[in-house]
Nanobody
């Protein structure tokens, strides 16, 4: 079982930045870690992902150039640096972890991630 704990959400103005963190339990062996988000009335969607062994990264088109994902393997932590935030980025952001190779092919599919955090709220005001 993998435990994931997110932090770093909050309320900001458009154009500002936030840095989300996700720490996995110490006994975790993951293949990928990802961030998804879900806005009210919308389906959950993939934001970004990183492979924990090959350091590959993927981003949704709507965040390319604004968001960055990185990891600190020593701390079992993945970060999502969100810059130039827009009101449309307002959502609950979830951290997810995979232990198999499926995420390397379809990182944006929820089904490849069996482990999820509780989510952290991000609110961006115009």
């Amino acid at each position: 079982q993998v435990g994931l704990l997110e932090s770093g959400g909050g309320s900001v103005q458009a154009g500002e930045s936030l840095n989300l963190s996700c720490t996995a339990s110490a006994d975790t062996q993951t293949s990928c870690m990802a961030w998804f988000r879900q806005a009210p009335g919308k389906e959950r969607e993939g934001v970004a992902a990183i492979s924990t062994t090959r350091t590959l990264t993927w981003f949704a088109d709507f965040v390319k150039g604004r968001f960055a994902i990185s990891q600190n393997n020593a701390k079992n932590t993945v970060y999502l640096q969100m810059n130039n935030l827009e009101p449309s980025d307002s959502a609950i952001y979830y951290c997810a972890a995979a232990s198999g190779p499926g995420c390397l092919i379809t990182w944006h599919r929820e089904g490849v991630y069996p482990y999820w955090g509780q989510g952290t709220q991000v609110t961006v005001s115009s």
